[in-house]
């Protein structure tokens, strides 16, 4: 019981205590830049996902079980980030096969997750906390599903801010910041649960 309880609080603290977004201010591109349609923002929040969990499983193996023995623990960040562009070259032939629309409607986006500071971010907080493989893993399936709650949120926001009356000099760009900041104000309240 203890153990599924430590599971979680590790959970809520991933997605929402210690939010990418709203905490750590860590893959605003794509939250600001795809945000435009709910079922884009899911669908980049599923592709996220994917990279952020293996990344983490594959990236905790590689400094762990090779760069430590070799003594190469100064090129982790490297690695990681050799890691994360195969994998994203994985999930893009995949989508480019499989799914043309959703491929389309991602765009530049898609690419981008390779450079995505919360990816990067992720695997670089798995090795600076000392979490093991299980937890390295948990940690980057949950901070991807709190990125994909945060880039979802966004766009049902997004959405419906098309259809209200906003002044014409805080239309478009500056409305979604406003909206963000409210978002990431909302976001704190959950600070001390955890």
């Known amino acids: 019981m203890s153990a599924n309880m430590n599971v979680f609080l590790f959970f809520v603290s991933c997605v929402l205590t210690n939010n990418f977004i709203f905490s750590r201010f ?8 795809v945000s435009n349609k709910v ?5 980049m929040g599923m592709a996220v996902t994917f990279v952020m969990t293996i990344a983490s499983l594959c990236c905790y193996m590689i400094y762990n079980w090779l760069l430590i023995p070799l003594g190469l623990k ?3 960040t490297i690695a990681f980030i050799l890691v994360i562009a195969a994998l994203v070259q994985f999930v893009e032939m995949f989508l480019k096969k ?3 629309t959703l491929y389309s409607a991602l765009g530049i986006y898609l690419p ?7 990816v990067l971010g992720v695997t670089t907080l798995n090795v600076n906390n000392g979490y093991n493989m299980l937890y390295a893993v ?3 399936a949950f901070s991807a599903l709190g990125f994909t709650l945060a880039i979802v949120l966004m ?3 997004r959405e419906r801010l098309e259809s209200s009356k906003i002044p014409e000099c805080m239309k478009g760009f500056p409305i979604t910041l406003v909206s963000a900041g409210l978002m990431a104000v909302a976001f704190m ?3 001390g649960l955890v």
């Open 74 to 76: 100064f090129m982790n």
């Open 189 to 191: 309240g959950f600070s």
């Open 98 to 100: 499989n799914s043309p």
């Open 112 to 118: 981008l997750i390779t450079t995505n500071c919360a």
């Open 138 to 140: 948990l940690n980057g």
């Open 39 to 43: 079922e884009t923002s899911f669908s």
């Open 155 to 157: 766009a049902g926001v």
């Open 26 to 33: 860590l893959g605003c591109c794509p939250f600001l830049g």
